[in-house]
């Protein structure tokens, strides 16, 4: 099981979004596909809740309310026919949550706006994850998602040059674009939209996909348990 956690204890910075569109790109694939929602707001439930029965599948799991007679453990089980695991996680989230939902990604995205607050906050949240966790020297597959981003606009900017003072690849450059709005709306993930609609967000989701598909040695491959995860935070979660 590939298991893809979106990450960044800043709030409002696209988490969710990347989410539910990582869930219905896989579910489209014709993958068994699971999305688990740890935010309190339980947006990612709410996008499920509206997803028509003519889309492909997706698991949900309220990794948030406690199901009365069930444990915890048994709760947050993605099932075993699950083939990919997208984790949809709250802002604030830290201490050994975060620890527990890092130990446990195979893939870990931190999507960032292109505002001051948000650089701040993601600068921050890196600095933490290299610095504070419990696991000396974890491997995983780490990589930035720079989102709701203006062509052209100083903002944007002022993001691609904060960005190069990390050693971790930006994976995808999403713009600002009323089409995410709109399947949000509908329970649908971009790659769900017409193509004439929304060719240019299917453009600029490739990137992630095919680093998905390659970088972190493909999506088969990793349900079958090959490999090792390409990119390393080399200090990161030290005790």
Request: aromatic share 6%; with cysteine.
């Amino acid at each position: 099981m590939l298991r893809i956690t979106l990450v960044n204890t800043k709030g409002g910075c696209g988490k969710t979004t990347l989410a539910t569109n990582l869930a219905s790109y896989f579910a489209g694939q014709g993958f068994r596909t699971t999305l688990m929602d740890y935010d309190p707001q339980g947006s990612s439930r709410q996008w499920l809740s509206l997803r028509g029965e003519h889309l492909p599948p997706i698991n949900g799991v309220d990794a948030v309310r406690q199901k009365i007679g069930v444990t915890r453990s048994w709760q947050l089980r993605a099932g075993l026919d699950t083939e990919v695991l997208v984790v949809d996680t709250p802002a604030g989230v830290n201490g050994s949550q975060m620890i527990e939902l890092l130990r446990q990604a195979d893939v870990i995205l931190i999507p960032v706006m292109p505002s001051l607050v948000d650089m701040q906050a993601t600068a921050d949240f890196i600095d933490h994850l290299i610095r504070v966790g419990k696991i000396k020297s974890l491997s995983k597959q780490v990589g930035i998602v720079a989102n709701r981003l203006r062509a052209g606009s100083r903002s944007q900017r002022a993001l691609e040059e904060f960005l190069r003072g990390y050693d971790i690849p930006v994976v995808a450059r999403l713009r600002d674009s009323q089409n995410y709005v709109n399947a949000m709306e509908e329970g649908q993930g971009i790659h769900e939209l017409h193509p004439r609609t929304a060719a240019k967000d299917h453009e600029q989701w490739s990137p992630l996909i095919d680093w998905l598909n390659h970088d972190a040695q493909g999506v088969a491959p990793i349900l079958k348990g090959s490999g090792a995860m390409g990119a390393r935070i080399d200090e990161a979660m030290s005790c």
